[in-house]
C-alpha cells in the first residue's frame, strides 16, 4: 500500500466474527499503530447501537484500523468522523462518485447508506491503550436483505462497473493519513469542519434526535469542531448533541 503508516501491515482473514474484534486481539499482541485487520467475510459483524453488519462473503469490504494514540479519551470519539472524511474522499477518488455524510458517520449516496464505522476503544486505567476504527462498505452486495432494502445500497450499483476493493482501501487509507494529520494538528475538528459540513447530508433539515432520555426534533445546522450536531430548536435555542449512543433520523425518511 502506498501510504506512509496507515495500512502498511495488513492482517488478512478469509472469514472471522469481527474484524472489530480480531483487531483488539491483535493490538493487544503489540500490532503497530496503524495496522489494518480485513476480511473477506463477517460471521458476527457489529453495527453501532448494538446492531449487527451485515457481512456477506467475497462482496465488500471489513476492515479494522488499529490506532495507539496518546491523547485523552475524549477526543477519541472524533476519530470516527476523520474516517468517515476519509471514506468519502476513497470512494470519490476510487469511482468518481460524490457521497454525503450523515451525521455522525453513515456514508450516503443518493439518500441510501453505503458505509458504516464503528469506533470502539479500550483502557488501560484512565488512558486510550488503542482506538479500534470498523468500516464497512457496501462495494458488490445486489440483494441486501429486505430490512435494509429502502436504506443501504453499493458502489457498483451506483457506479455500474466493477470496483477495486484494494484500490478502495488504499485510496482511503491516503486520505485517513492526510485528515488524521490535520486532526492531529488541532486535536479537534476545525481544520475540515467546513468540508465535513459541505458533505452534511441533514444539513439544514428537520431531524429527529433519540437520546436514551428521550426525543426531541430540530433543525440540523452541521457539526462543530468537536463533531457535536448542532440541531436549532423550535424556540431558536441551539442543542449540541454528542454521538455517543444518539440516533439521528430524518422526519420523512433515513436521510
Ligand atoms: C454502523 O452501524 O453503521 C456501523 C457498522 C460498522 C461495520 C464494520 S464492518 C468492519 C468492522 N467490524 C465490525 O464488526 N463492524 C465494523
Redesign the pocket.
Known amino acids: 500500500m502506498n501510504t506512509r503508516w496507515a495500512g502498511q501491515a495488513v492482517i488478512c482473514f478469509e472469514e472471522t466474527d469481527?474484524?472489530?474484534l480480531r483487531a483488539k486481539e491483535e493490538a493487544d499482541k503489540g500490532a503497530p499503530e496503524g495496522a489494518l485487520v480485513v476480511a473477506d467475510m463477517?460471521t458476527a459483524?457489529?453495527?453501532?447501537r448494538g446492531?449487527s453488519?451485515n457481512?456477506p462473503k467475497g462482496v465488500n469490504l471489513?476492515?479494522?484500523l488499529i490506532l495507539k494514540p496518546q491523547y485523552e479519551t475524549d477526543k477519541a470519539s472524533m476519530v470516527t468522523l476523520v474516517m468517515a472524511m476519509a471514506v468519502a474522499e476513497g470512494i470519490r477518488e476510487t469511482c468518481g462518485v460524490k457521497c454525503g455524510i450523515k451525521w455522525p458517520n453513515?456514508i450516503v449516496i443518493n439518500g441510501k447508506k453505503v458505509c458504516?464505522?464503528?469506533t470502539e476503544m479500550n483502557l488501560a486505567g484512565t488512558a486510550i491503550r488503542h482506538v479500534l476504527i470498523?468500516?464497512?462498505i457496501n462495494v458488490a452486495t445486489q440483494d441486501f436483505p429486505w430490512e435494509l432494502a429502502s436504506t443501504a445500497v453499493s458502489l457498483q450499483e451506483v457506479c455500474g462497473e466493477e470496483i477495486s476493493k484494494s484500490i478502495l482501501l488504499e485510496n482511503i487509507m491516503k486520505a485517513f493519513e492526510k485528515y488524521y494529520k490535520k486532526f492531529c494538528e488541532s486535536m479537534d475538528l476545525s481544520l475540515f469542519k467546513e468540508e465535513y459540513n459541505q458533505l452534511m447530508v441533514n444539513r439544514d433539515r428537520e431531524v429527529r434526535v433519540l437520546e436514551p432520555g428521550g426525543e426531541y426534533s430540530g433543525i440540523a445546522r452541521g457539526m462543530n469542531e468537536m463533531g457535536e450536531l448542532l440541531v436549532e430548536l423550535p424556540e431558536g435555542r441551539i442543542e449540541k448533541v454528542y454521538a455517543g449512543e444518539v440516533s439521528v433520523r430524518g422526519i420523512y425518511g433515513y436521510v
Open positions: 469481527s474484524t472489530n463477517q459483524g457489529r453495527g453501532r446492531r453488519w457481512s471489513y476492515f479494522t453513515d458504516g464505522i464503528l470498523g468500516v464497512g
